[in-house]
C-alpha cells in the first residue's frame, strides 16, 4: 500500500509559513526505501521567528490568554487535542509506520498513549489551580508565607525518531498545561506526526504562537533553537553526544535543561524463572519498535545454571518474530529508520564478530526483504565487557548476553556502564528482586518485565543518561517555577534597627 505524506510547511504562530530559504528535506520510507514526500527545512532565520510568536504568546494580554489563565482554561485545550488525535488515530499512525519504520500496531498504541497523555496533563492542568498559594508552615507568627507555581517560559522541546509523536506529547502536553509556551523541533528523520499535531493544534484553536513547531536539520534548526536567548528552558530527548553540546549551549546563559539521553540497559535473569515468560520479556525489552528504544534492555546478564537452556529458547522465541513491512498483518520488527542508522547496526555486529563475539542468531538482514533497512533479531553471545556491543548503545535490534554465577556479580555488571536509565531483574524471590532494585544504578527498574511505561510514573535516567524525569507529576513540575511569597503581618515595628526620634 502507497501512502504519500501531507505537504506542510512551518508552523510559526498559528499559520503555515515556508522557511525562509525555501529549503526541504526528502522523507524516505525506510520499509521501501522510496521518496514518500518532503518537509521543510528551517534554518536561523526561521527558528528567530518562532521563539518571538511563543515569547509574544506567552505575555499576550498580559499573559491572561495563555501563561497566567487558569489551568481549567489550558486544560480544555489539552483535551480537543486528545479528541481530533482519536479522531484521526488511524491515520496518524499509518503515517507514523511509514515515516519511522515501526510496525502498524505498535504505532497505534503509541497512538493511545498520546491520547491519554494529552488527557492527563489535562487532569493535572485542573489541579493546578487548587496548589497555587500553598501554605508554608513558618517557625514565626508575624510571617505568613505561600508558594505560587509558574510557567517557566518560553520552552524548546526536542524530540527523537523513535517515539516521533509519543515523545512530543510527553513534553507539549506537560509545558502546556504548566502555561510555558513552546518550540517544538522533532528529528529529521521522522517529523511527519509532529507536522499533523500542529495542524490539530490549528484546528481546535490553540492560542497563537502558544505552540510552534519547526522541522529541519539539527546543525541549521536545533542548535540555533537551544542557544537561542528567549529560550528559558530546553528539554532534549535524544543521544548522549548532542545533549552534551546543548547543555553546553545553555550553560552559557545558565539556563535549566532536562535531559533523557541513550542507555544500555541490562535485564537480569536468575535461575529460578519460568524461561519462556522471561524470555518473552527479554525480546520485548530488546526488539520492540525495532530495537530504538533507549531504554532497551540490551545487556543480558543470565545465571550460568540456565544460560544455555534459557539462550536456545531465545534463540527459538528471536527466529519466530516476523520481519516485515510495518503495514504487512502480524508485523513485529519493521525497517530500522535510515540507511545512516542501518549501516551504524550492522558495523556492530561486524565489529562484535571481529572482536571473538558470536552471532548466536540474526546479525544481517533477511533473505526475503530485498529493499529497506531490515536487520533481523540478533542474539550476540561469547561477549567480554570491553567489547564495544557491551559498552556502546546500538539502537537496533541486537541483544549480547554474559552470564554469572552470583548476585554479587551481577550487580557488578548491571552497573558497569556509563549509562542509567533502565533496568530489570527476573526472578521469583521477592526478596532478592527488592536487594537489586535498590543496587542497581537506574532511574527506572523493572521486576519480572521490561519496558511498561505509564504516563503516571516518573522517567528518566542518571549518569551519561540525563537528569531530569518526565511523565506523572515530574513532568509537570519540569516546567514550573516555584515562586515564594512571604508577607510581615504584626502591626508592630520590627525593631532591628534604632527608630531616629520623630519630628
Request: one cysteine or more.
Given at each position: ?107 497505534a498504541a503509541d497512538m493511545d498513549d498520546v491520547i491519554s497523555c494529552f488527557s492527563y496533563y489535562a487532569e493535572l492542568a485542573e489541579g493546578l489551580d487548587a496548589k497555587q498559594k500553598a501554605h508554608v508552615s513558618l517557625p514565626m507568627e ?151 528504544i533507549c531504554s532497551a534492555t540490551s545487556r543480558l546478564i543470565v545465571h550460568e545454571n540456565i544460560a544455555t537452556k534459557f539462550l536456545n529458547r531465545l534463540v527459538e522465541w528471536a527466529k519466530n518474530i516476523k520481519v516485515s513491512d510495518p ?177
Amino acid at each position: 500500500m502507497a501512502i504519500s505524506t501531507p505537504r506542510r510547511e512551518l508552523f510559526i504562530d498559528g499559520e503555515w509559513k515556508a522557511p525562509l530559504l525555501n529549503n526541504r528535506i526528502p522523507i524516505i520510507n525506510p520499509s521501501t526505501e522510496l521518496i514518500i514526500g518532503d518537509i521543510p527545512a528551517a534554518t536561523k532565520e526561521d527558528v528567530e521567528l518562532a521563539v518571538d510568536a511563543a515569547r509574544r504568546a506567552l505575555s499576550r494580554n498580559k499573559g491572561r490568554d495563555w501563561s497566567t489563565a487558569s489551568g481549567s482554561l489550558r486544560a480544555t485545550y489539552l483535551r480537543a487535542i486528545a479528541a481530533k488525535i482519536t479522531e484521526k488515530k488511524d491515520e496518524l499512525a499509518k503515517l507514523e509506520a511509514t515515516d519511522n519504520g515501526k510496525p502498524l500496531d505498535e504505532a497505534a498504541a503509541d497512538m493511545d498513549d498520546v491520547i491519554s497523555c494529552f488527557s492527563y496533563y489535562a487532569e493535572l492542568a485542573e489541579g493546578l489551580d487548587a496548589k497555587q498559594k500553598a501554605h508554608v508552615s513558618l517557625p514565626m507568627e508575624n510571617f505568613k508565607s505561600y508558594v505560587i507555581k509558574e510557567p517557566i517560559g518560553v520552552v524548546a522541546l526536542i524530540t527523537p525518531w523513535n517515539y516521533p509523536l509519543l515523545m512530543a506529547a510527553w513534553k507539549v502536553g506537560a509545558a502546556l498545561a504548566a502555561g510555558c509556551t513552546a518550540v517544538l523541533k522533532p528529528s529529521e528523520l521522522a517529523s511527519v506526526t509532529c507536522l499533523e499535531l500542529a495542524e490539530i493544534c490549528k484546528e481546535v484553536g490553540l492560542p497563537a504562537g502558544v505552540l510552534n513547531v519547526i522541522t529541519g536539520l539539527g546543525t541549521e534548526a536545533g542548535a540555533p533553537l537551544a542557544s537561542h536567548p528567549d529560550v528559558d528552558k530546553i528539554s532534549f530527548t535524544g543521544s548522549s553526544a548532542t545533549g552534551s553540546k546543548i547543555m553546553q549551549a545553555a550553560a552559557l546563559q545558565v539556563k535549566p535543561v532536562s535531559l533523557e539521553l541513550g542507555g544500555k540497559s541490562p535485564i537480569i535473569v536468575f535461575d529460578d524463572v519460568d524461561i519462556d515468560k522471561v524470555a518473552e520479556w527479554t525480546m520485548l525489552g530488546c526488539f520492540f519498535t525495532n530495537g530504538q528504544i533507549c531504554s532497551a534492555t540490551s545487556r543480558l546478564i543470565v545465571h550460568e545454571n540456565i544460560a544455555t537452556k534459557f539462550l536456545n529458547r531465545l534463540v527459538e522465541w528471536a527466529k519466530n518474530i516476523k520481519v516485515s513491512d510495518p503495514l504487512e498483518d502480524g508485523c513485529k520488527l519493521g525497517a530500522i529508520v535510515s540507511e545512516a542508522q542501518y549501516q551504524k547496526v550492522l558495523k556492530f555486529i561486524s565489529t562484535a564478530k571481529s572482536e571473538g563475539a558470536t552471532i548466536l542468531t540474526g546479525g544481517s538482514r533477511p533473505e526475503n526483504l530485498k529493499k529497506g533497512y531490515f536487520v533481523e533479531p540478533t542474539i550476540i553471545t561469547d561477549v567480554s565487557t570491553s567489547m564495544q556491543i557491551w559498552r556502546e548503545e546500538v539502537f537496533g535490534p541486537v541483544l549480547c548476553a554474559k552470564t554469572f554465577s552470583s548476585e554479587e556479580e551481577a550487580i557488578e555488571l548491571a552497573n558497569d556502564t556509563h549509562y542509567g536509565l533502565g533496568s530489570a531483574v527476573m526472578s521469583n524471590d521477592p526478596e532478592r528482586c527488592e536487594r537489586i532494585s535498590k543496587a542497581v544504578q537506574a532511574g527506572i527498574v523493572w521486576i519480572n518485565c521490561s519496558q511498561p511505561t505509564f504516563i503516571q510514573a516518573p522517567w528518566g535516567g542518571i549518569k551519561r543518561s540525563g537528569f531530569g524525569r518526565e511523565l506523572g507529576e515530574w513532568g509537570l513540575d519540569n516546567f514550573l517555577s516555584v515562586k515564594q511569597v512571604t508577607k510581615y503581618i504584626s502591626d508592630e515595628q520590627w525593631g532591628w534597627y534604632k527608630c531616629p526620634s520623630k519630628m
